[in-house]
């Protein structure tokens, strides 16, 4: 495939990822404060009924709230450091701020995870110990709430995309087609509700098995709800753990910037990976041809890197010790380690070549663990 074609088809698929509009300040207060009363209310009830299952409802609107409330913890952060209006320009306001709602979502799961876990266990003490607990009832005031949720839900949908959809996006970047499975898991709360309600309220089943229906479908819903969380929790941890992107193929990337780039005779030390999902960095070590090739390349490298979706891009030049060097005749790595330093295991160019001078690169952890897959990440 050309040069041009396969640049053309990464560019156009990275725009294609991020095609979607940010949602506006006063839409996600006005949703917060619309799922703050339902939750509120849904506590109250689920007190009142009794009802194990409204009781795990409120629990992942709790889960919504937080997320929401981080993402304008977030925003407030990320405007500060970009030095907007107000902002505080300390040391301490790092770009590492952007990733609060990557930690917040996480926090967010282990909150939730650990409150149904709770809610599981009081729903097996309600079924070994039925006859000594007050069951559910009221069912037709827990029906009337779930009129509310899902008119709440619906604001959320039309101002945000739906609650799902929300936090997929603070850790995935492609929530395109998942839409489906976001609105099943905002209302999958609901569904189970509505179920159980219904059979104790128009007696569906007989009055001695009335007692387990909440119990038992509310383990269902616990089970059903954390299950749906797993992707976002993988996600997660994928970012803050600084893997390589899953769209990108260093391999590639190598490969296509030395076939556009004639001046330029060797990359290594190519490291990729994710500060949040619409950001992507990347560092490199490339060897140019001279100086001046790389004073009338080096702006077009970056610009390039930039239309790839790397927007956090360190590249540190190299030069031969003589010019006019092929890419076969240069040496892949000019910076090379001090004398008797051990770092030989940690070099990538030391993969790359069987070189007698031994280079010297930190790599964290995870850089390290990466150059197995160094495949290099175009997106796929």
């Not at 009830?45 to 609107?61: E, F």
């Not at 009335?210 to 089970?223: A, C, E, F, K, T």
């Not at 890419?327 to 380690?337: A, E, F, H, K, N």
Request: glycine share 6%.
């Amino acid at each position: 495939m050309p040069t041009s074609v396969l640049e053309y088809d990464l560019i156009q698929k990275r725009r294609k990822l991020g095609d979607e509009k940010v949602v506006g300040w006063g839409l996600i207060v006005t949703v917060l404060v619309f799922t703050l009363a339902a939750t509120a209310a849904e506590l109250v009830l689920a007190q009142i009924t009794h009802c194990i299952s409204l009781l795990v409802l409120s629990y992942q609107n709790m889960y919504n709230v937080l997320t929401l409330l981080m993402t304008l913890v977030s925003r407030t952060k990320g405007s500060n450091l970009a030095g907007c209006k107000g902002g505080d320009s300390g040391l301490g306001n790092t770009f590492g701020w952007r990733r609060m709602e990557v930690v917040g979502s996480i926090g967010s799961l282990v909150f939730l995870f650990s409150l149904c876990f709770a809610t599981f266990i009081e729903a097996l003490q309600t079924i070994f110990h039925n006859e000594h607990l007050d069951t559910m009832h009221h069912a037709d005031w827990i029906m009337i709430a779930l009129g509310g949720q899902v008119a709440v839900w619906g604001l959320a949908y039309l101002a945000i995309g739906g609650y799902s959809h929300h936090q997929a996006r603070a850790v995935r970047e492609d929530t395109l087609g998942t839409q489906v499975a976001n609105i099943g898991r905002d209302l999958i709360g609901v569904l189970f509700t509505f179920t159980i309600c219904s059979a104790i309220h128009f007696k569906m089943i007989v009055a001695e098995y009335s007692n387990y229906i909440d119990p038992i479908m509310s383990m269902v819903y616990i089970i059903t709800l954390i299950w749906t969380c797993v992707p976002l929790v993988r996600a997660s941890c994928l970012i803050l753990l600084q893997t390589i992107p899953g769209n990108v193929d260093v391999t590639l990337l190598k490969q296509f910037i030395l076939q556009k780039f004639p001046g330029i005779l060797a990359l290594h030390e190519v490291h990729v990976w994710t500060l949040t999902p619409s950001d992507m960095v990347l560092t490199a070590h490339i060897t140019y041809q001279n100086r001046n090739v790389y004073t009338e390349i080096h702006t077009q490298v970056e610009t390039f890197f930039n239309s790839q979706g790397f927007s956090k891009i360190t590249i540190q030049p190299e030069f031969p010790e003589s010019e006019n060097l092929t890419r076969q005749d240069s040496p892949r790595c000019t910076l090379t380690c001090p004398h008797g330093a051990n770092c030989t295991e940690k070099s990538c160019c030391n993969e790359e070549q069987n070189h007698p001078e031994e280079e010297c690169c930190e790599h964290s952890e995870e850089e390290h663990s990466g150059h197995a897959e160094e495949a290099t990440t175009f997106l796929e």
